[in-house]
């Protein structure tokens, strides 16, 4: 939830903090801080709000080194203050920069506060920091120090460490979240995620669970928590920085809900090259296949969504059970496990802890088979799972997910027609449909942008609401509760979603003329009852908003709105008709004035429960 950089170099690292904080601040954008070795010693400038108060005032004061560590926060413990933003510094000797959470740090608190140390903050992290300068009397090392410390700490965590003690060496350790380290020419980096330190390098190397590592400018030595020497690859990021920039766009959430159909053709393009073959899941998916009898999806927010659209197309495509659950209920439930369940992790970031731990959860239970659907490489969910698919929807930056989610939907679809083919349910005619239909489909998502001038006036209307209704029916009920999500989590516009036939079960009651009420409304096999469950909120006054296929015969009325989606796209249809509900919540939040892409209270990873 929160952005780590950190630099050692021959020249002024600040303007490379500064940088990467701002590219880290999808992840947490709550306060921020940078800390610098100068003269000696740590200069630490913080500010609640966002990178660029911050910035201004690093400037003000000229701050300037060739050694230090950034933050950007999403508040856990304790409030939105300058006392809790990071990095946090013991005795004036030591900074850290921490995400994640140190679950036993009331216990280390206590300890470290009979030692004699003082806290200044509400936060997890200042415990490590005093933990840190705790061990640094005795170690031979600040490396040693951090290892140290690490070990006496529980929870899931990514840290950054300087020292005036070192003033050369840059500490971090990985247990449980994200971090890397960008190689450059005589300087090198650490980095939450790729995109804070792409303007200085591409070369990158993934630390894994317990890793320790001393990164000098000219050396990088990597340790596992029992100080044995590991070695970790170096890639060569594929991410181009263009790609994180927002271009003739306003919002990455708008540039990302145009990118879709490139985003989707990406995806489709190794669905269509493959032909359904089991190899699109990876090297041992085959042998998974033929070990499994059903599907077991586990993700959370809009990813569980995907995976609720995915239930309705494995059941009715591949014949195979299908169960879909939120992740975090999931890890606390005492579940009944069917090992031959294939087990799917759905999450756009890879790093989602509710999601893990739900993984590792169902693996306790006796589940090897495991699939993740992820869309950064090299993520902890898919570097966990047996077999993984790739969705090829670039970085998305925005918090509502968007382009994730469609190419999300095309992996899942993928599974459901690749199982059907390994069992022996897919015909000849039927594989020809779904090629045609995935084929087809950026060309349709286009159409649906188009209608964005109208999608637009609609929100004119929505944006004075207080409350909306969203409804659908099968295998369309998960893109209403998508539609509620996005309109909820960027406009504040209260919204909720209903299967159109359980209105009448209790919700009714809310309809009068001031609840707008959006419907889902394709060309399928329930659009007459779709139309019936619109005829029951017409009569209370009811005012729809209607989504319809070019080809759903639907006339405007009184009360009654019809925006024409392409003509029905058959299967996919999910697909298509999640683009005009991304739009009415794009520009409801244009219209109310929201941060569309950093809305209130949320952030991008979600990597604390
Ligand atoms: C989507 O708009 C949300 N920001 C959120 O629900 C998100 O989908 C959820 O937190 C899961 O994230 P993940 O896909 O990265 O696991």
Request: proline share 4%; with cysteine; charged share 20%.
């Amino acid at each position: 939830m929160c952005g780590i950089v950190g630099a050692v170099a021959q020249r002024n690292i600040v303007p490379v903090l500064v940088d990467g904080l701002k590219r880290l601040e999808y992840r947490g954008y709550d306060s921020a801080g940078v800390a610098v070795l100068t003269n000696g010693s740590i200069e630490r400038v913080r500010r609640v709000g966002r990178v660029a108060e911050m910035e201004k005032a690093a400037e003000e004061i000229n701050l300037n080194g060739f050694l230090g560590i950034g933050h950007t926060r999403w508040a856990t413990h304790g409030g939105v203050t300058e006392p809790n933003a990071h990095p946090h510094v013991s005795n004036g000797e030591l900074a850290v920069v921490h995400n994640g959470i140190i679950e036993n740090h009331e216990e280390k608190r206590q300890a470290l506060k009979a030692l004699g140390y003082e806290f200044t903050s509400q936060t997890d992290t200042e415990v490590i920091a005093h933990l840190v300068h705790h061990h640094l009397k005795s170690a031979t090392s600040l490396f040693e120090a951090v290892r140290l410390a690490v070990k006496e700490l529980s929870g899931a965590f990514a840290i950054g460490v300087i020292s005036v003690k070192e003033p050369e060496t840059l500490i971090c350790a990985r247990v449980g979240c994200p971090l890397l380290i960008g190689l450059g020419e005589g300087e090198n980096f650490v980095a939450s995620d790729v995109s804070a330190v792409l303007s200085a390098t591409r070369r990158v190397m993934f630390l894994e669970e317990g890793d320790v590592a001393e990164i000098t400018a000219n050396q990088i030595t990597i340790v596992d928590l029992d100080n044995h020497p590991v070695e970790r690859k170096v890639h060569v990021s594929d991410v181009s920085l263009a790609s994180l920039e927002l271009g003739p766009y306003n919002h990455f959430m708008q540039k990302e809900i145009h990118e879709q159909p490139k985003a989707l053709s990406d995806t489709i393009e190794q669905v269509l090259e493959s032909g359904f073959a089991p190899s699109l899941f990876g090297d041992h998916a085959q042998n998974v296949f033929e070990q499994i009898d059903s599907v077991q999806i586990l993700a959370c927010g809009t990813s569980y969504y995907a995976g609720s659209v995915a239930r309705y197309w494995v059941e009715a495509i591949a014949g195979v059970p299908c169960s879909v659950e939120i992740a975090s209920e999931y890890r606390y439930r005492d579940v009944v496990a069917n090992p031959k369940s294939l087990i799917v992790t759905i999450s756009q970031s890879g790093e989602t802890l509710d999601t893990m731990e739900a993984l590792k959860y169902a693996k306790s239970l006796g589940h090897e088979e495991t699939l993740s659907i992820c869309n950064v490489q090299e993520s902890a969910i898919p570097r966990a799972s047996k077999l993984v698919f790739y969705t090829r929807a670039g970085a998305e930056i925005g918090v509502a997910s968007t382009k994730a989610f469609t190419t999300q939907l095309i992996a899942l679809f993928a599974l459901a027609v690749t199982l059907a083919k390994f069992k022996g349910k897919l015909t000849a005619e039927k594989e020809t449909e779904y090629l045609e239909a995935l084929r087809h489909l950026p060309g349709s998502v286009q159409h649906a942008l188009n209608l964005e001038p109208q999608i637009k006036s609609w929100a004119e209307k929505f944006s004075p609401k207080d409350h909306a209704l969203f409804l659908g029916r099968g295998v369309h009920y998960p893109i209403a509760l998508e539609g509620a999500l996005k309109l909820k989590e960027i406009s504040y516009i209260h919204a909720e979603a209903y299967p159109a036939g359980e209105l009448k079960h209790g919700p009714l009651a809310l309809v009068d003329e001031k609840m707008p009420v959006v419907v889902i409304a394709p060309n399928d096999a329930l659009l007459e009852k779709v139309k019936s469950n619109m005829q029951e909120v017409r009569a209370r006054g009811g005012e729809l908003f209607v989504f319809a296929d070019l080809d759903s015969h639907f006339s405007e009325s009184e009360g009654v709105h019809v925006i024409r989606t392409p003509r029905h796209v058959g299967v996919l249809s999910p697909v298509l008709h999640a683009i005009p509900v991304q739009l009415l919540a794009y520009h409801a939040a244009l219209q109310k004035g929201t941060d569309v892409d950093k809305p209130r209270n949320l952030a991008k990873s979600v990597t604390v429960e």
